[in-house]
Nanobody, 122 residues
């Protein structure tokens, strides 16, 4: 079992930055690819970014490319999402997830955190 706990969400003005963290309780953290997803009210959950187990590969949704950066610290069993130049349309609940597959499809992720709210005011 993998338990994931997100933190770092909050209220920020458009153009500002936030850094989300996701701490995993698993000894073999580097065995898992990690992803960030988000869900806005009335919308489906959507892929944001993914990172491979050792962190060599990353993938981003077009909507966040160039503004968001995913990274991980395997020694701390933590994955991060640095979000810059935030826009009102980035407002959503952000979830981190773990998978044995490096994927952008939420169906490939077996473990999910509880989510953290990000609100961007315009």
């Amino acid at each position: 079992q993998v338990q994931l706990v997100e933190s770092g969400g909050g209220l920020v003005q458009a153009g500002g930055s936030l850094r989300l963290s996701c701490a995993a309780s698993v000894r073999t953290f580097s065995s898992y690819a990690m992803g960030w997803f988000r869900q806005a009210p009335g919308k489906e959950r959507e892929f944001v970014a993914a990172i491979s187990g050792v962190g060599r590969s990353t993938y981003y949704a077009d909507s966040v490319k160039g503004r968001f950066t995913i990274s991980r610290d395997n020694a701390k069993s933590t994955v991060y999402l640095q979000m810059n130049s935030l826009k009102s349309e980035d407002t959503a609940v952000y979830y981190c997830a773990a998978s044995t597959y490096y994927s952008r499809s939420y169906s490939q992720y077996d473990y999910w955190g509880q989510g953290t709210q990000v609100t961007v005011s315009s």
